[in-house]
Every structure is written in structure tokens, then in C-alpha cells.
């Protein structure tokens, strides 16, 4: 046999795996056919793949182990146990860029399922490579290396600390400040995932001087870029004051109130998480964003937008309306009740609507003027129908409950108030009845109209137990009137209050003024 037919039966040996590892790495592509690869033992013919002498098959091998794990958590389960880690992991660092992006992909299809993959990963010396391949001088693998530690920081803190540790925030805060748009986002989403898990993780990536560069990416026109620069700035000043004043010290304001204007949806949603959560913290960071213009911008913000976009708005005004009378009177001169209510009336999700009846709480919680401002807007029997409504969730019971009652015992506006008498639950009814008992004895025009509306009669309907809280108001309110009004004999002659000859109604209705 000559030296050429020898040598033709490696080409062919060659031209076979080729052929077998991209045709797998086809098929792992399409869903309906990874069941029967799995079946078929493929993990096991590919693990020998990775460390073929041919570069393009142990890069092919790779990205349809990529594949394979990525489906779900059961074969990223096997990629682990079939000791494929650490075969992938051999001398990566001696690589070339293709297949370290198709290293790096498997390692984050392994480790996003869950904590115990990415543990698994961690394990295996993944996070030392992933951070080499950062310092790597082609964008496709820093990014594709960005991409895995994020998915693995993500899962908890444990996790995040151990990507800490390796050493990636640094060269995650320079693969921020390089050129290529689709770094910059996924670094600035890695950064986000470290964060987010407690204030001294959040702290390690303002010491590597993280907030300054993102704060420049603001107004960067690439909208999946913005929303993890937000995302980002979101997660760090959330924790404490002292994090979210470093985020307003890079001058954040006005310029972060464009986004909640911008085409995007999740970048409206973004900014406003991010003004949120610097508003949350004290009665001063909420004044300076009202002093910047930020509660108008969320104001509009939450009129020109549908679903879960309004929520970080929502809860914003709500943040800032707890703070104090002031703030609370800024949202309210700021037109910031009729979104609110709209919100109620015209979102199917029970949490948005638990959110808004939060925050409109939180604004009528004050004195009676703040109470008066949500009552005119007709939002008190919304709250009551949600809190009675069997269908509506627990959570949102709940805060149409407390909103209810926040509203009800600073609320001295009669009119709003009297339409409850007719639905409100006895729980409910004892704070209506209160306000009543507070205003009638000193304004004879209010007890003039409570009898003539027909509230007084609807006040003597009412079942209370002797002694209790709710009958003493009841009481209260009686004693502002002759007996021969409150008695029932009196209340239905004639059929109806309203045949009381006029001069004996004016006198009745004046006695103890």
C-alpha cells in the first residue's frame, strides 16, 4: 500500500468526524431534535471531540455541547457528569478566539439553569479561564466571557462573590469603556447581576469606579445598551443611602429623565426602576428628584404607557408621596392622582393594581387636604370594590385595605365619603362613620345635607354591636340632631324625610350649632 492510500484513510477519518460533528451541531439547533441525540449517546461521542487535532471540530464538537446544554436543565446536568467540563477547560487559555467563544457559551448554557449547575462550573476552575479570556484581545471572547460570568453571578450572592474573587470586576468595568456596542451591554449586564445581590457587592463595583463610566452610557442612542446601563445603576443604588447618593453624584439628574420619553418600553421601565430606588431611600434624595423635574417626567411617563412599564413609576410616586406633606403635595400639584387612579381602573394585573392603590394611599395619608385630593377623584369606591372583590389576590385586598383606611381617617370631605355608607364592610365602616363623627357636630351646612342625601337614615341601618367603637360614632352623629329626626318613627313619616315642613327641617337641622 502506498504512502498516499495511507494517508487517505486519515483524510476520509477527517472528513468523517467533520461531517459528524457539524451535522450534530445542526441538529442540536432545532428544539424537536435534541431528545433523540440525547438517546442516541451523542454527549459521549462528542466529549472525545474537544480534544481532536483538528481546531474547527473541537470548536464544532463545542458549540453543539453549547447547544445541547442550553435546551435544558437535564442535559446540562450531563454535560457535569460526564466529566466534559473539565475536558473543555484543558490548555483554553492556549486557544484560538473561535473556540473560546464556543467554550464560553457552554459554560453558560451549563451554568444558567440553576445555582448547583453553576456551581458545578465554578468547580471545575471555569471562573480563572473565564476571566483570562477578559483580558483577551479579541471583543468576541471578552464578550462571550462576560456572558457566562453573568449568568452565573446571577443565581446568588455566594456565586457573585466568587466571580468577585477571580478578579472580573476590574476588566468588566474596562470591557465597559471598549467600542463595540455589544460588550459594552453584556459587561454592563454582568455588572448589574454582581450587584444585585447585597450592598457589599453593589460596593466592589463602585470601588472599581463602575458609576462614573456607566452614568457617561446614558444617553448612549443604543437602547439594549441603555437598559443595562440603568439596570446597573438600579441594582447599586438600591441598597443604602450612601450607594444611591454616589450614583446622583455622577450627575445622573435631569439627563436620566430622558429615558422615561425613549421608543423603548424596557428603557422607560428601566429609569424609572433606577429613580425609584434612588427616591425610596430619604425625604432628600425624593426633593431633589422633584426638584430636577422627576416626578412630573414619571407622571407622563405612567399616562403614556400600558402594563408592567407603569410599575417602577407607580411605586415611585408612592416612595415620595410617604416621605412627607411636601413631597406628597408635590405629586399631588403634579397632576399625579388621575394617572394613578387610571391605573386602577384600566390594568387587568392584580399587582399593578395593588401598587397604585399603595401609592394612592401613600399620597391621602397626610391631613385632610392630601385625603380630599384622592377622594375627589372618585377613587375611594375603586378601593372598596377591590378590597370586597373575591376574585381580587390577597396582596391587592390587602393594599386597597390599608389605602382605604390611610385616606378614610384623614378624609373630612363629606361628599365622598357618604356613597360608602351604602357597601362598606363593618372593618370599613367604623373609619366612614368616624370622619362623619368628627366633621357633623361643627358644621350645621354638612348636617343640613347628611339628612336631606338620605346618610342619616343609612346611619341608623347600621347594625353595631353595644359598646363598640363603631356605635359610639354612631352616637356622636345622633347627638348632633333632635331626637324626633333620628328616631325612626320620625325618619319614615309620610314615607319620607323630605315631607318635614321646611321651617321645622331648617330648625331641627340648626339645633346645636
Known amino acids: ?135 483577551d484581545f479579541d471583543p468576541g471572547v471578552k464578550e462571550a466571557a462576560s456572558w457566562a460570568l453573568g449568568y452565573i453571578a446571577r443565581h446568588n450572592s455566594e456565586l457573585s462573590q466568587a466571580v468577585v474573587d477571580a478578579g472580573a470586576v476590574p476588566l468588566l468595568v474596562l470591557c465597559i469603556q471598549e467600542p463595540e456596542i455589544a460588550l459594552k451591554r453584556i459587561a454592563a449586564s454582568t455588572l448589574s447581576d454582581i450587584s444585585k445581590h447585597s450592598p457589599e457587592l453593589a460596593q466592589t463595583v463602585v470601588d472599581a469606579g463602575a458609576i462614573a463610566h456607566l452614568a457617561q452610557m446614558i444617553l448612549n442612542p443604543d437602547a439594549k445598551l441603555k437598559r443595562q446601563v440603568l439596570s446597573a445603576l438600579s441594582q447599586i443604588a438600591k441598597h443604602s443611602v450612601d450607594l444611591a447618593e454616589l450614583v446622583v453624584e455622577a450627575e445622573i439628574f435631569p439627563v436620566v429623565l430622558t429615558c422615561l420619553k425613549d421608543s423603548d418600553e424596557y428603557v422607560k421601565k428601566n429609569g424609572a426602576t433606577l429613580i425609584r430606588e434612588i427616591a425610596k431611600h430619604t425625604p432628600e434624595l425624593s426633593q431633589l428628584i422633584v426638584n430636577a423635574g422627576g416626578v412630573a417626567a414619571v407622571i407622563d411617563c405612567i399616562g403614556s404607557c400600558r402594563g408592567t412599564v407603569r410599575l417602577p413609576g407607580i411605586m415611585m410616586l408612592g416612595y415620595v408621596a410617604a416621605h412627607s406633606e411636601n413631597l406628597s403635595m408635590a405629586v399631588i400639584v403634579s397632576k399625579g392622582i388621575p394617572p394613578l387612579c387610571a391605573c386602577l381602573i384600566e390594568e387587568h394585573e392584580d399587582h399593578i393594581k395593588a401598587a397604585a392603590a399603595w401609592a394612592l394611599g401613600q399620597v391621602g395619608r397626610h391631613t385632610p387636604e392630601h385625603a380630599r385630593a384622592v377622594a375627589v377623584a372618585n377613587v375611594l369606591p375603586t378601593l372598596l370594590a377591590m378590597y370586597m372583590d373575591t376574585r ?8 386597597a385595605k390599608k389605602a382605604l383606611k390611610n385616606i378614610l381617617q384623614k378624609c373630612t370631605y363629606l361628599p365622598a365619603l357618604e356613597p360608602l ?55 356622636t352623629i345622633n347627638n348632633c340632631y333632635p331626637e324626633e329626626i333620628v328616631s325612626a318613627s320620625y325618619l319614615h313619616q309620610a314615607g319620607s324625610i323630605f315631607s318635614v315642613p321646611t321651617a321645622t327641617f331648617s330648625l331641627a337641622c340648626s339645633w346645636r350649632c
Open 1 to 135: 500500500m502506498s504512502q498516499r492510500q495511507v494517508l487517505q484513510v486519515f483524510e476520509q477519518y477527517q472528513r468523517a468526524r467533520t461531517q459528524f460533528v457539524q451535522a450534530v451541531a445542526e441538529l442540536a439547533a432545532r428544539p424537536q431534535n435534541v431528545e433523540t441525540l440525547q438517546n442516541a449517546g451523542v454527549m459521549s461521542l462528542l466529549r472525545p471531540l474537544l480534544l481532536d487535532v483538528v481546531p474547527t471540530i473541537q470548536q464544532t464538537a463545542a458549540l453543539a455541547l453549547g447547544r445541547l446544554a442550553n435546551y435544558n436543565d437535564d442535559l446540562a446536568e450531563a454535560v457535569v457528569k460526564g466529566d466534559i467540563l473539565p475536558q473543555l477547560l484543558c490548555s483554553l487559555s492556549e486557544q484560538n478566539r473561535f473556540y473560546k467563544k464556543a467554550a464560553a457559551f457552554v459554560l453558560r448554557a451549563v451554568g444558567k439553569h440553576s445555582p448547583q449547575l453553576a456551581q458545578a462550573v465554578v468547580q471545575c476552575g471555569a471562573l480563572e479561564m473565564l476571566v483570562i479570556c477578559l483580558e
Open 392 to 399: 381580587s389576590s390577597e396582596d391587592l385586598q390587602m393594599k
Open 421 to 475: 355608607l351604602h357597601d362598606a364592610p363593618p372593618n370599613i365602616m367604623k373609619h366612614i362613620v368616624g370622619q362623619f363623627s368628627k366633621v357633623l357636630p361643627h358644621d350645621s351646612k354638612a348636617r343640613r345635607l347628611f339628612v336631606t342625601t338620605g346618610g342619616l337614615k343609612k346611619v341608623q341601618e347600621i347594625k353595631a354591636e353595644p359598646g363598640s367603637l363603631l356605635q359610639e360614632y354612631i352616637n
